[in-house]
Nanobody
Framework: VQLQASGGGLVQAGGSLRLSCAASGRISSTVGMAWFRQAPGKERGFVASISWIGIARFYDDSVRGRFTISVDNAKNTVNLQMNSLKPEDTAVYYC????????????WGQGTKVTVSS
């Protein structure tokens, strides 16, 4: 499974960005996708996850109500709509996929950088 993340960039606080993660390869072996992020000097942390059938959405408390994760099965893509961005959302965002619903994430994309200016 190969994952290609895109959509990062520079945005002012209060603005919006939409990240996309295109999956290819043996997608049928996976059950769900997620976004993680790593801010400078910090460990990578969970942002949001979703199953390929579009249910079982989970969000970290820090983004709930501002970010929305969704799937486009026709394009094998998972999107992360980020609204009301804050400077503390600045990070490299990674998409990931896993083969077991409660297991670790097995496949990772290369990351896309999001910078939110104050």
């Amino acid at each position: 499974v190969q994952l290609q993340a895109s959509g990062g960039g520079l945005v002012q606080a209060g603005g919006s960005l939409r990240l996309s993660c295109a999956a290819s390869g043996r997608i049928s072996s996976t059950v769900g996708m997620a976004w993680f992020r790593q801010a400078p000097g910090k460990e990578r942390g969970f942002v949001a996850s979703i199953s390929w059938i579009g249910i079982a959405r989970f969000y970290d408390d820090s983004v709930r109500g501002r970010f929305t994760i969704s799937v486009d099965n026709a394009k094998n893509t998972v999107n992360l709509q980020m609204n009301s961005l804050k400077p503390e959302d600045t990070a490299v965002y990674y998409c990931a996929a896993r083969v077991a619903s409660k297991g670790p994430y097995d496949y990772w994309g290369q990351g896309t950088k999001v910078t939110v200016s104050s």
